[in-house]
Structures are given as structure tokens and as C-alpha cells.
């Protein structure tokens, strides 16, 4: 997260530093970025950085976080699919993304959990309530519980396409589906409701 002291720049300069930060991330493998070295690209002295971070994973989530609120609350999870992409984002903006995924494990999950789960879980929950009061959620259903797992199967299938070596965008999308809109629903819809989408 940001510290008050970036949220307190004017929105045009913290816009800028995140523009020129996304660039740098665009450039270089972030293994291999060093916070001086950010820094310096930035035109900042380290001290600055700290001032307004804590690491350099701060600031790539606070990228991502813009990326995916610049347009509908369906980019939130384009964005995060390697074989989607958004008209409401760059060519850059979409690079970024896809670069943050090809990352580390630890960036990738705290990018997905701090900014897809945030912007996403409120659209799932208006879908849950949506399919309650037409009464075609089980009563005992969580919401709240049962959009936050549909959210986070997001992770986990992304997770399992990378590990089983899946490159074919079809069979990711079955998947997607299978898991989504299949699996799940099956578990809390009235069983004459199972072959509706949520």
C-alpha cells in the first residue's frame, strides 16, 4: 500500500510517478529492479521512496490497482487472464499485467488478492444477491463466503494453468467455465437452478 505521504501528491504527479514506474517494470525483469535503481528512475532520491513505500511491490500493486479500475468492473478480472485482454486498457497497461503474472509468486499473489479480490468480490456479491432474491440460492449459502471463494478460484486455476504448462486459451476458458459457472453453482443453487449462470 501507498503511504499518506504519496496519497497526499496531486493526482496529475502521482499519476506521472506510476507511469514512469510502469515503464521501468516494462523494461526490466522484476527480479532484477532494485529499489535504488527504481529510484533513480524515477528521478527520486531512496529516501523519497521510502516516504511514499515500503517495498518495491507497493508500487507495482498501486500500477495494477489503476490499470484495473480505468474501466468497466469486468477489467478487474480481464486483466488478470493471460489470454484476455481489455479495450479499456494500453498495449502498455496490458503488458504490465501480463508481466506482473510472469513474475514471482509472491508479487503475483499479493497483485491478485490486494486488487482483483478488492474490485472484483463486490460484482460477485451483487450476482449472489441478484440470484437470491430471484430465490435460486440455497438458503444456507454465505454470500460473502461464496464470493470470496469464487474470486479467489480465479487464483487457483491460474495457478494450476502455469503449472500444468496450459497454453491453450480454449481449454483455459473450459476450464474457466467448468470450474465457474459448473462446479460451483452446483453447490449453492436450487438443484432446478444448477444449468443457470450466477
Known sequence: MPKDAFKRLPPEHRKQILDTAMLYYLEKPYDEITIRDLAAYLKINVATFYRWFDEKSDICIEIARGICTKGSPETASQVFDEFASSEDITD??????????????????????????????????????????????????????????????????QRFKHRQGIKDPALYTKLKDYMLHSLLPYGIMKSDDTKRPI
Do not use: C, G, W
Request: aromatic share 12%.
Open 92 to 157: 502498455e497497461e496490458n503488458q504490465f499485467m501480463k508481466t506482473i503474472l510472469a513474475s514471482s509468486e509472491e508479487l503475483r499473489q499479493r497483485v491478485f488478492f490486494e486488487v482483483h479480490v478488492d474490485l472484483y468480490l463486490p460484482l460477485v456479491k451483487q450476482h449472489l444477491q441478484m440470484a437470491r432474491l430471484d430465490s435460486r440460492l440455497r438458503d444456507n449459502v454465505s454470500d460473502e463466503f461464496v464470493a470470496y471463494l469464487y474470486v479467489t478460484m480465479e487464483y487457483t486455476l
